[in-house]
Structure formats: structure tokens, C-alpha cells
T-cell receptor, first 114, second 112 residues
Framework: EAGVAQSPRYKIIEKRQSVAFWCNPI?????LYWYQQILGQGPKLLIQ????????DSQLPKDRFSAERLKGVDSTLKIQPAKLEDSAVYLC????????????FGSGTRLTVV | GENVEQHPSTLSVQEGDSAVIKCTYS??????FPWYKQELGKGPQLIID?????GEKKDQRIAVTLNKTAKHFSLHITETQPEDSAVYFC???????????FGPGTRLSVLP
């Protein structure tokens, strides 16, 4: 079974620029999550999708972050404009419908904002 | 909301010794407690989990214990090996993956 795919692996941008991350979840997984992991900390949930609908985006900084999951499969997370404090690893995870069984993470995208 | 604390933040052990990492949580509605291992440059990988209807679960050298009354759970690694060196995260959530909250992590170093 293929895992959760993320791209790019690394990204370096200047502050105030925009950036986008892509995630392809495990086939058949209805639920998709985006996490932000700042160096030395545990992952923090940004947004959770159920199919193509948002379940929880309470911790997403909506003035600069946006995410979509068209057709209930792939997802993109965008930051515009980026700030220095956005430097982190952005992890995507997926799980079967409303279940924490089979909850699987991708390898993440490491973002550095300079 | 849920708050998960984890101790210690760093742990060094000699190869062959045991390692114990402890977590506490605040939300009594949480009933699923996974442990993740994260190696450098990789995403967290599930190593063991426990649900609230079970007090202890073991998988080879790894075991997890849960005290739901006290709201704490622990990871035990026996006969540690250098490849066990990584950052370990505990987490808590309900049955549906809602309120999935991670602890701050423990960096385990196994010295040869």
C-alpha cells in the first residue's frame, strides 16, 4: 500500500512570498489532516477534511493560510504572505472515514522563510 | 480543549537498558492514545497504541500502560538498541480522530 505522498520535500522562500504544498493521501482514506510542526515541538493540527468538506479549521490562521481538497482526494495548503514564524515542517496525514485506525503521516515539507 | 504533557524532554540510556516516557492528558473524553516515533527527516510513524478499555498492551520490546483514572499513560522500551534513537510523541484523541493532540516529544538517545 502506498503511503501518504507530499511535495515538495523542502522549500525556501522570502518573507511575504507565497508557497503551496501538495498532499496525496492513502487511497480510500476519507479524512485528511494538515499539521504544522515547529522545530522541537509536537505536530499541531491546522485543518481536517472529511472527503472534500472541512471538519475543523479552528487553528488555521485564515488571514494567511488556506487549504482545499478538491474531489475529496488530493489537497493543497497555501500560505500567502509567509512570515518568518511560518518556518516549520508541514505534515499531511490521512485516515479512513472518521476513524483513527490507520492514521498515517507523510514525510512532510520543510519550509524555511528567510 | 485537550492538553497533553510529556516527560522527559530528553532521555539518554545505555544500549540494553530500558527507557520510560510518560504522558498526561486533560480531557476525560479522550480514549485513544497512540505513540509515534519520528526519525530525522521523516514523518511520525505509529509504533503502538492503546484504547481506554485496555490497561496495558505489549508488542515485542515495546509496551504501553494506561491509567485512565489518573489520566496518564506511559511508553516502555526494553533492551534498547541504537536504532531506537529518535523523537517519540504521545498523543490523545477520541474514537473518531477528533481533537487529536500531540505531546511536545521526547528525544531518546541510545548510547552504544
Amino acid at each position: 500500500e502506498a503511503g501518504v505522498a507530499q511535495s515538495p520535500r523542502y522549500k525556501i522562500i522570502e518573507k511575504r512570498q507565497s508557497v503551496a504544498f501538495w498532499c496525496n493521501p492513502i487511497s480510500g482514506h476519507a479524512t485528511l489532516y494538515w499539521y504544522q510542526q515547529i522545530l522541537g515541538q509536537g505536530p499541531k493540527l491546522l485543518i481536517q477534511f472529511q472527503n472534500n468538506g472541512v471538519v475543523d479549521d479552528s487553528q488555521l490562521p485564515k488571514d494567511r493560510f488556506s487549504a482545499e481538497r478538491l474531489k475529496g482526494v488530493d489537497s493543497t495548503l497555501k500560505i500567502q504572505p509567509a512570515k518568518l514564524e511560518d518556518s516549520a515542517v508541514y505534515l499531511c496525514a490521512s485516515s479512513p472515514h472518521r476513524s483513527n485506525y490507520g492514521y498515517t503521516f507523510g514525510s512532510g515539507t520543510r519550509l524555511t522563510v528567510v | 480543549g485537550e492538553n497533553v504533557e510529556q516527560h522527559p524532554s530528553t532521555l539518554s540510556v545505555q544500549e540494553g537498558d530500558s527507557a520510560v516516557i510518560k504522558c498526561t492528558y486533560s480531557d476525560s473524553a479522550s480514549n485513544y492514545f497512540p505513540w509515534y516515533k519520528q526519525e530525522l527527516g521523516k514523518g511520525p510513524q505509529l509504533i503502538i497504541d492503546i484504547r481506554s478499555n485496555v490497561g496495558e498492551k505489549k508488542d515485542q520490546r515495546i509496551a504501553v500502560t494506561l491509567n485512565k483514572t489518573a489520566k496518564h499513560f506511559s511508553l516502555h522500551i526494553t533492551e534498547t538498541q541504537p536504532e531506537d534513537s529518535a523523537v517519540y510523541f504521545c498523543a490523545a484523541s477520541d474514537n473518531y480522530g477528533q481533537n487529536f493532540v500531540f505531546g511536545p516529544g521526547t528525544r531518546l538517545s541510545v548510547l552504544p
